[in-house]
């Protein structure tokens, strides 16, 4: 009886330590619509466009889209803890292709890490990947890309009244937090090799690491860093972004037939005016102003 | 297999941090499992009550929940270290719990009588544990010991998660460049398999080393 009042008290104050610790930075950045509706507008594929033998007809065929992503991805795919539904920018997309190749939007959401999107693509666990899964050649050698879809580019935030951090080789030398498994680390190792890179698993952490100056800056993705910005006043961006990241949907290596599919279907829902509601509907709920032009499919090397 | 030697450094710095915070949080375990055990098996009941309360607490709280309370919480209170000194004193903390109930299944195979004659020949608990109990003690739980130290070998990866390049974080690191998860991660496989087969080979040697023929 002793014991167990012992443990219920040192758990109920390691909780509270949690909820200090959650309070100080929220962790959700603005609201995000599911974008239901956005999504009962996608076009569907002409059933001359399913190729007998093809991986569509095999997804049409087994009703459901499995696509590689993220969960806990802040405005591009991050499930909400009310509705379990996976909402954002990258979710919604996988969506729209689902409707397109089987004409409802079901989809099931493999959450797969960087470490392991490449395996889960060419072993055939999942049929797509949207993960901010910028194209490389390098990864293009073992998965094949469809887009570009969304550019985006990595910029630096500190705490306010930092001084001396312009630019990205200001931060050599100096502790530099970046995400896990983030296009950010081999991007400071390039332009500032002095700079001591620590990690952390997901977003929050590493605000939460910025705010508790373990270190003096926060190399993320824009888009992340202007929701971050906007909810905690005590951090601020000096940069503009400094990379040009070009997201791609991941596809199982040498499926061209599949490949040709993706990109059609993604040029149909950009003149349709889709791609750019969705983007309203998740990216857009905090950087102000118009949908961008989306890139051009297949400019970058590797896709 | 190319891809594994291109990156050889940062691997093999890697492995040297997995090896500092294997050797330092088995030391620290050790010290204070120790003195889980001493509580554990004390005459006085409130000593045994708090000894019990540590061990329940700590087994019955994931490793990774730890870490990310101690480094992220302890800061709101004031107090800060180094993400190294934190995951060292977590993993200690922790694995600690282990080792005690190791040594303890250790000083309950001792036979009641031996502790019964230190204290009849005037030894106080303390003497009588570090005399007569815990020598003995220890030699039946060498093996068990080595388990909690592969086992504690493989929680280090969990330092990932609060800032630390570990092993497992240095492959993920070059993974994200190369995209190439099956070679290294292999590779780091083989590295954690060679350290728990270095432990088991110590623990084996110790064992014979230490057997006393009845």
Same mark, same amino acid.
């Given at each position: ?34 974008? /239901? ?34 969960? @806990? ?53 999942? @049929? ?5 899964? /910028? ?107 400094? /990379?040009? @990241? ?34 309203? @509907?998740?990216?857009? /709920? ?18 | ?9 940062? =691997? ?56 990310? =309370? ?13 993400? =190294? ?130």
């Amino acid at each position: 009886m002793l014991m167990k009042k012992i443990i219920a008290v040192v758990a109920v104050s390691f909780l509270g330590l949690a909820a200090c610790g959650e309070a100080s930075s929220p962790a959700v950045p603005g609201p995000s619509k599911s974008g /239901t509706d956005v999504i009962g507008q996608a076009p569907v594929a002409a059933a001359s466009d399913i190729l007998p033998g093809s991986t569509m007809e095999k997804i049409k065929q087994r009703g459901e889209l499995i696509v590689g992503g993220s969960l @806990d991805a802040p405005l591009l795919s991050q499930q909400n803890p009310a509705t379990g539904e996976v909402e954002g920018f990258d979710a919604a997309l996988g969506k729209a292709l689902a409707k397109y190749i089987i004409g409802r939007p079901k989809v099931k959401i493999v959450n797969s890490a960087s470490e392991t999107r490449e395996a889960l693509l060419s072993n055939g666990t999942v @049929d797509v990947v949207f993960q901010t899964y /910028t194209i490389t050649e390098e990864r293009a050698r073992q998965v094949a890309f469809a887009g570009p879809y969304y550019t985006s580019g990595l910029t630096i935030a500190v705490k306010k009244g930092t001084s001396g951090i312009a630019k990205p080789e200001d931060l050599n030398g100096k502790k530099v937090i970046a995400g896990a498994n983030t296009p950010a680390i081999p991007a400071i190792k390039k332009l500032a090799p002095q700079a001591e890179i620590i990690t952390f698993g997901s977003d929050p952490e590493c605000l939460q690491a910025l705010t508790q100056d373990r270190g003096v800056a926060y190399v993320q993705d824009e888009t992340l860093l202007i929701a971050a910005a906007k909810k905690d006043p005590s951090i601020s961006i000096v940069t503009k972004p400094f /990379t040009v @990241d070009p997201y791609g949907i991941g596809l199982k290596h040498g499926d061209d037939q599949f490949k040709t599919f993706v990109n059609a279907w993604l040029g149909k829902i950009q003149a349709a005016g889709v791609w750019q509601r969705i983007w309203k @509907d998740s990216i857009g /709920t905090v950087v102000t102003g118009d949908a961008p032009q989306p890139p051009r499919i297949g400019s970058v090397p590797g896709s | 297999m190319s891809v594994l030697l291109d990156h050889l450094p940062e =691997l093999w710095q890697g492995l040297i941090v997995t090896i500092q915070l294997t050797a330092a949080s088995f030391l620290g375990a050790a010290v204070l499992g120790v003195l889980v055990t001493a509580l554990r098996v004390s005459p006085v009941r409130v000593l045994r009550a708090i000894g019990t309360a540590y061990v329940e607490t700590f087994q019955n709280l994931p490793l990774l929940v730890l870490l990310v =309370l101690a480094f992220f919480g302890l800061p709101t209170i004031g107090l800060k270290a180094e993400p =190294l000194v934190t995951a060292v004193a977590v993993i200690s903390v922790y694995e600690a719990a282990y080792i005690g109930e190791a040594l303890r299944s250790g000083v309950n195979s001792v036979s009641k009588g031996q502790g019964e004659a230190a204290r009849a020949i005037g030894l106080t608990f303390t003497q009588s544990l570090r005399h007569v109990i815990l020598p003995q003690a220890l030699r039946t739980v060498v093996q068990p010991l080595g388990n909690i130290a592969i086992a504690l070998t493989m929680n280090t990866a969990l330092a990932g998660a609060v800032s630390i390049v570990d092993l497992t974080a240095a492959a993920q690191r070059v993974n994200l460049v190369e995209a190439q998860p099956i070679p290294i991660f292999v590779g780091a496989g083989v590295a954690y398999a060679l350290i728990a087969a270095c432990v088991g080979f110590v623990t084996g040697r110790l064992e014979r080393w230490l057997v006393i023929l009845r």
